[in-house]
């Protein structure tokens, strides 16, 4: 069986990018959520009392030292069995338990929170003390020293290590592929399946993730010169 | 007690099997990838512009590539070539050439940068001392980037054990994620099974965490650090 243009450009191509947007919400929306709850992680790992860093510290650990195969496993198949029966039949989040896209999104979204928190923690620990010290001696809540002193510095330290985290989620996004979601490689199989072609879907899968990530560097270049431009 | 009720359903020798499988693919692709790696530094940092484009689009490739996308890609479309060829190629190989293919591309970058950490004046006082560019390179050059390198490769070999799990999804290993999955469904202790298998990698995670800071004490010994 030859290589078939013909089949990738009208069989492949147009399939796979109807299922683009699946691939680039479970990106945003888990690199948005990540973002969000690795704030509160990275202060964790940061903090002076074991009894908020220890736990911050197990999550980390956890998250990283494990495939992310085995975390998206232990949600889909595993989540079943730890939530009661009738809430998952008769309850708002019903619906969304018989979707696998939200079991993806949640595996994504544990698991990028831990790199993004020691991500950030690492920004967290560039800014000198004696910022925060000015702070508290300005009489600056803990949530405004947070939100206008650590965190912008933080975030303009780490950007180059966040932007090349994000690339990494969206190459990560391949791995719910396996619990039928119909992401891009979902779909590039579900074909492959189907028309017992081999070549034609996995060329095209990997066609459109380069142009995806190239995308993505292409937009994140000008932001990072612009971070520097002070520096 | 029938085997059915012991805590681990009569799979454990399987999954001892599974584990030792999983180390041995991680093993082996780190070494491949090791050597990916110094071809790939070195052509990075060749003289020759072309040689140097290659390695560019080589890791551009595979930074650009999901890891899962390789995998199938080697296994569908790669080794089915060869075969045409007349060439059978071992499922074990063809696993572990894609994954040393992807590590190989991570560990030229961080070869290529630890080459550049060597301070230039080097180069310059072992010419001046007449040193042949072979001695050069192992005894000044290999020690010194090995130290700077130390950190990333680690991080990479983490990496490795984590991306061995990949081929549980091809459905021809027998590795410690595939044996733990097969249980899962037999069983139907989902949540049991599934963490016996995260508890396998965390602890070779941790392991390897340890080893690694050890061989860091080691080489930064003559640096009080």
Redesign the interface.
């Known amino acids: 069986m030859s290589f078939s243009w013909e089949f990738l450009l009208r069989g492949v191509l147009p399939p796979l990018l109807t299922a683009v947007p699946v691939t680039l919400a479970l990106t945003l929306l888990s690199a948005f959520g990540s973002a969000l709850l690795g704030v509160p992680l990275a202060l964790g790992l940061g903090a002076a009392a074991r009894w908020r860093r220890w736990p911050a510290e197990i999550y980390a650990l956890l998250m990283r030292g494990t495939p992310m195969l085995v975390q998206i496993y232990m949600i889909y198949y595993g989540l079943g069995s730890l939530l009661p029966r009738a809430w998952m039949r008769h309850s708002w989040a019903s619906p969304m338990l018989r979707d696998p896209f939200w079991y993806g999104l949640l595996a994504l979204t544990l698991n990028e929170t831990a790199y993004v928190a020691v991500i950030l923690k690492s920004g967290l620990d560039a800014i000198p003390r004696g910022q925060r010290e000015a702070a508290s001696a300005l009489g600056m809540s803990h949530m405004s020293t947070l939100t206008r002193i650590l965190l912008p510095q933080a975030l303009d330290a780490v950007f180059p290590m966040l932007a090349n985290e994000f690339i990494l989620l969206l190459k990560s996004t391949v791995l719910v592929s396996t619990i039928t979601i119909f992401d891009v490689l979902g779909t590039a199989n579900a074909i492959r399946f189907e028309t017992l072609r081999v070549d034609e879907p996995l060329v095209g899968a990997a066609l459109v993730y380069v142009v995806l990530v190239g995308t993505i560097t292409w937009i994140f270049g000008p932001i990072e010169r612009r971070l520097r431009r002070h520096l | 007690m029938s085997p059915g009720d012991a805590p681990l359903a009569g799979y454990g020798d399987q999954l001892i099997e599974g584990l030792l499988l999983t180390l041995e693919v991680s093993l082996c692709s780190y070494a491949i990838g090791s050597l990916f790696g110094l071809l790939g530094a070195a052509a990075k940092l060749a003289r020759w512009r072309s040689v140097r484009y290659c390695a560019g689009l080589y890791t551009t490739?595979v930074?650009?590539?999901?890891?899962?996308?390789l995998v199938?890609?080697a296994f569908?479309?790669l080794a089915?070539r060869v075969e045409q060829f007349g060439v059978v190629v071992s499922p074990f190989a063809v696993a572990v050439m894609a994954l040393g293919f992807i590590q190989g591309a991570y560990i030229t970058e961080v070869l290529r940068a630890a080459v550049l950490a060597i301070p230039r004046g080097q180069r310059e006082a072992a010419e001046a001392l007449n040193l042949r560019p072979l001695t050069y390179l192992c005894r000044v050059v290999a020690p010194q980037a090995l130290r700077h390198a130390l950190g990333g490769l680690g991080n990479i070999w983490?990496n490795a054990t984590?991306?061995a799990?990949?081929i549980?999804?091809l459905g021809i290993f027998a590795d410690v994620?595939k044996v733990?999955?097969l249980a899962?469904a037999a069983t139907?202790?989902?949540?049991f099974f599934?963490?016996v298998?995260?508890a396998c990698?965390?602890a070779i995670?941790?392991v390897s965490m340890t080893l690694v800071e050890r061989l860091r004490r080691h080489l930064g010994r003559a640096y009080l650090t």
């Not at chain 2, 930074?63 to 996308?69: F, I, K, M, S, T």
């Not at chain 2, 139907?188 to 949540?191: G, I």
């Open positions: 490739l930074r650009a590539l999901p890891e899962l996308l199938l890609l569908y479309l089915a983490l984590k991306d799990s990949l549980s999804v994620l733990s999955s899962a139907k202790r989902y949540v599934y963490a298998a995260g990698f965390l995670t941790l």
